[in-house]
């Protein structure tokens, strides 16, 4: 029985300016306006900063000026903001990590798991060790990071997830693997997908196409924002999803495991 309220999504797929975050903040507070209404704002994998391997220059504190702009913002537009930056944790360590803010200027947070050693980031940040699954609005979330969605382990649904979501920098050479990955992690975990990526070149000369998407439990498309540059909207119909589930429940027979 679903008695979960739809969920409104504004995806903000943008260029990004490289190593400069007050000037991605001033670009995507622009922006943000238009994002007035939905329940949940995502923005692209190192929003503030491109995706770099610089963390000891670029990293901020955990109450840093990004993470303090992330809330107001939250607090301004009544929705829960996420999008990942370089954090440099209490412990020292840096970290690719997505912070979810709530309008009541509570944060919660994911850190990257799955680091792109192609890029050399394994060299530059720890990584994450758990999954987190959000709520909101009776909705369970679940936040990764890029290079995250070739790793289905990861990925698979281990709570009831309801919307997969994927933050990232996703290199337009790649960009047949992130349109077919997406689809499958829907499909299985029978759940809504939506990633967010960006589009331009970054300081290192990596083009980025965007094909920011929503897919709905079935891998069928519900917003495709191509090549565009702004704020796309969607919301997503928690009725569908919970007959859907009931009508072809292959949950209940997925193989059990567990995370090392």
Same mark, same amino acid.
């Given at each position: 029985?679903?008695?979960?309220?739809? +969920?409104?999504?504004?995806? $903000?797929?943008?260029?990004?300016?490289?190593?400069?975050?007050?000037?991605?903040?001033?670009?995507?507070?622009? +922006?943000?306006?238009?994002?007035?209404?939905?329940?949940? $704002?995502?923005?692209?994998?190192?929003?503030?900063?491109?995706?770099?391997?610089?963390?000891?220059?670029?990293?901020?504190?955990?109450?840093?000026?990004?993470?303090?702009?992330?809330?107001?913002?939250?607090?301004?537009?009544?929705?829960?903001?996420? /999008?990942?930056?370089?954090?440099?944790?209490?412990? /020292?360590?840096?970290?690719?990590?997505?912070?979810?803010?709530?309008?009541? /200027?509570?944060?919660?947070?994911?850190?990257?798991?799955? +680091?792109?050693?192609?890029?050399?980031?394994?060299?530059?940040?720890?990584?994450?060790?758990?999954?987190?699954?959000?709520?909101?609005?009776?909705?369970?979330?679940?936040?990764?990071?890029?290079?995250?969605?070739?790793?289905? $382990?990861?990925?698979?649904?281990?709570?009831?997830?309801? +919307?997969?979501?994927?933050?990232?920098?996703?290199?337009?050479?790649?960009?047949?693997?992130?349109?077919?990955?997406?689809?499958?992690?829907?499909?299985?975990?029978?759940?809504? $997908?939506?990633?967010?990526?960006?589009?331009?070149?970054?300081?290192?000369?990596?083009?980025?196409?965007?094909?920011?998407?929503?897919?709905?439990?079935? /891998?069928?498309?519900?917003?495709?924002?191509?090549?565009?540059?702004?704020?796309?909207?969607?919301?997503?119909?928690?009725?569908?999803?919970?007959?859907?589930?009931?009508?072809?429940?292959?949950?209940?027979?997925?193989?059990?495991?567990?995370?090392?």
């Amino acid at each position: 029985m679903n008695d979960k309220p739809d +969920l409104a999504l504004a995806l $903000v797929q943008t260029r990004l300016a490289w190593h400069d975050p007050a000037a991605n903040r001033a670009h995507f507070q622009a +922006l943000l306006a238009q994002a007035r209404g939905a329940d949940l $704002v995502i923005l692209p994998e190192m929003f503030s900063t491109g995706f770099s391997m610089e963390s000891a220059a670029l990293a901020e504190p955990e109450d840093g000026p990004t993470t303090s702009w992330l809330r107001e913002q939250a607090r301004t537009l009544g929705a829960t903001i996420c /999008g990942s930056l370089i954090i440099q944790a209490a412990d /020292g360590s840096y970290r690719n990590r997505l912070l979810w803010a709530r309008p009541d /200027g509570s944060l919660a947070h994911y850190d990257k798991r799955h +680091l792109f050693r192609m890029a050399g980031e394994h060299k530059h940040y720890a990584a994450g060790t758990e999954q987190v699954l959000l709520e909101l609005k009776g909705w369970r979330v679940r936040p990764l990071i890029c290079y995250d969605l070739r790793f289905p $382990v990861w990925s698979r649904d281990a709570g009831g997830t309801d +919307l997969l979501l994927y933050t990232a920098n996703w290199p337009a050479a790649r960009r047949l693997h992130w349109n077919r990955l997406l689809p499958a992690r829907a499909i299985e975990n029978l759940c809504y $997908v939506t990633a967010v990526n960006r589009i331009g070149e970054d300081g290192k000369g990596h083009a980025y196409a965007g094909d920011s998407q929503v897919l709905d439990f079935q /891998g069928e498309p519900l917003l495709a924002a191509e090549a565009g540059d702004g704020v796309f909207r969607v919301t997503l119909n928690a009725g569908e999803l919970a007959a859907y589930r009931e009508r072809f429940p292959a949950h209940l027979d997925a193989d059990d495991f567990a995370l090392k």
